[in-house]
């Protein structure tokens, strides 16, 4: 099991929280963004650039994963690729998305990405707090327990 990274927009704290359960667990970590990113010296992290432009990053992470893969991204179109190809995505606020509830999550970012269009200000997200945080390395603990335990990929 590896563990990908959405890293351009994923918070410097979330990737703080994966750079330790990385050395933790002994789980790879690879960060894929279109522009360098820091990592720590480990042989448990890695950082991968690709070129500019649209989805690149979320294609090259689409490619490369494999089933029972964890991906960590925010982007709802990139989480539901990753379901269909039997891996996992985490919300970096801590939501695990599924099967269930995915195709919900990408008809309400349609429906606010229709609201923008038209004009209405939809607002942005809002800042990651410390609740967020603790949300998500308590999600990303329980995951990393169970897929330690029983590395088969579930559905």
Same mark, same amino acid.
């Given at each position: ?5 959405? /890293? ?7 990737? +703080?929280?994966? !750079? #330790?359960?990385?050395? %933790? @667990?002994?789980?790879?970590? $690879?960060?894929?963004?279109? *522009? ?6 480990? %042989? ?9 432009? !649209?989805?690149?990053?979320?294609? +090259?992470?689409?490619?490369?994963? +494999? ?5 960590? $991204? /925010? ?17 970096? #606020? ?6 269930? @509830?995915? %195709? =919900? ?5 349609? !429906?606010? +990405? @229709?609201?923008?269009? =038209? ?10 707090? *410390?609740?967020?945080? *603790?949300? !998500?390395?308590? *999600?990303?603990? %329980? ?13």
């Amino acid at each position: 099991m590896k563990i990908w990274v959405d /890293a351009d927009a994923c918070p410097v704290v979330i990737k +703080e929280i994966l !750079f #330790r359960a990385a050395e %933790r @667990t002994r789980v790879p970590v $690879t960060l894929v963004a279109n *522009q360098p990113v820091r990592v720590p010296p480990s %042989r448990y992290v890695r950082m991968v650039q690709v070129g500019s432009g !649209f989805d690149v990053a979320d294609n +090259e992470i689409v490619a490369r994963i +494999e089933p029972g893969d964890l991906v960590v $991204t /925010a982007d709802i179109p990139l989480a539901a690729e990753v379901i269909d190809k039997g891996g996992h995505a985490l919300n970096p #606020r801590g939501e695990m998305y599924s099967a269930d @509830t995915i %195709r =919900s999550r990408l008809d309400i970012r349609d !429906f606010m +990405e @229709t609201m923008r269009a =038209s004009g209405i200000d939809t607002g942005g997200p809002a800042p990651l707090h *410390q609740r967020d945080r *603790q949300a !998500f390395a308590n *999600q990303l603990d %329980r995951f990393l327990q169970q897929h330690l335990r029983d590395p088969q990929p579930s559905s």
